[in-house]
């Protein structure tokens, strides 16, 4: 079984320039995460999708993120406009059931951005 | 701004030995908590996990340790490799939170050969 895959997975900008983040989530699974993990600490929940739906974008910064899931499947992330304290890792993960606390999420790799 | 990362917990261990995380959590409403170990340049990966329900379980090599009293958790490596040398960290959770996990702050093991 393939993993969640993402992609780039390292980016580097300029600050006030725009990015995104591509997700594609293991086949079968329903609920989709974005994490933010800043160096030296733990990830934290930006967005969880179940299917298409954002059930909980209570952390995401709504003034310059944004993020889709259209077909329930794969997922972007967007930053626009970047800045320098949004330099971390992007991680996505995805777990199989919707709703269910107990279901393992499995992440992927992350993309590292880096804001100049 | 320029970010500073936190200076994570370091656990140092013979290859061999066996090694004991811990982790306080915040929430005492959470009934659910995951060890995650996290490799440099990869994401997060599932060891183990444990209900409130629960104050052990064990796995390969693994056990998961749940004092509720104290909302503490500990994670007991036996026997540690050279590659179980990474960041652990623990997540918390509950029932009402549909999935939204709480990591804690990371411990970083290094295990000398």
């Known amino acids: 079984e393939a993993g969640v895959v993402q992609s780039p997975r390292y980016k580097i900008i300029e600050k006030k320039q725009p990015v995104a983040f591509w997700c594609n989530p293991i086949s079968g699974h329903n609920t989709l995460y974005w994490y933010l993990q800043n160096l030296g600490q733990g990830p934290e929940l930006l967005i969880r999708?179940?299917?298409?739906?954002?059930?909980?974008d209570s952390q995401l910064p709504k003034d310059r993120f944004s993020a889709e899931r259209l077909k329930g499947v794969d997922s972007t992330l967007k930053i626009q406009p970047a800045e320098l304290g949004d330099s971390a890792v992007y991680l996505c993960?995805?777990?199989?059931?919707?709703?269910?606390?107990?279901?393992?999420?499995?992440f992927g790799p992350g993309t590292r951005l880096t804001v100049l | 701004g320029e970010s500073v990362g936190l200076h994570l917990p370091t656990l140092s261990v013979q290859e061999g030995d066996n090694s004991i995380i811990n982790c306080a959590y915040s929430?005492?409403?959470?009934?659910?908590f995951i060890w995650y170990k996290q490799e440099s340049g990869k994401g997060p990966q599932f060891i183990i996990d444990i209900r409130s329900n629960m104050d052990k379980r064990q796995g390969q090599r693994v056990t998961v340790l749940l004092n509720k009293t104290v909302k503490h958790l500990s994670l007991q490596i036996a026997a540690t490799q050279p590659g179980d040398s990474a960041v652990y960290f623990c997540?918390?959770?509950?029932?009402?939170?549909?999935?939204?996990?709480?990591f804690g702050q990371g411990t970083e093991l290094s295990v000398k050969p």
């Open positions: 997540a918390e959770t509950n029932y009402n939170q549909g999935g939204k996990l709480i």
């Open positions: 993960a995805s777990s199989r059931y919707s709703g269910l606390s107990t279901d393992t999420q499995y």
């Open positions: 929430n005492s409403a959470s009934d659910y």
């Open positions: 999708y179940e299917n298409e739906e954002a059930v909980d």
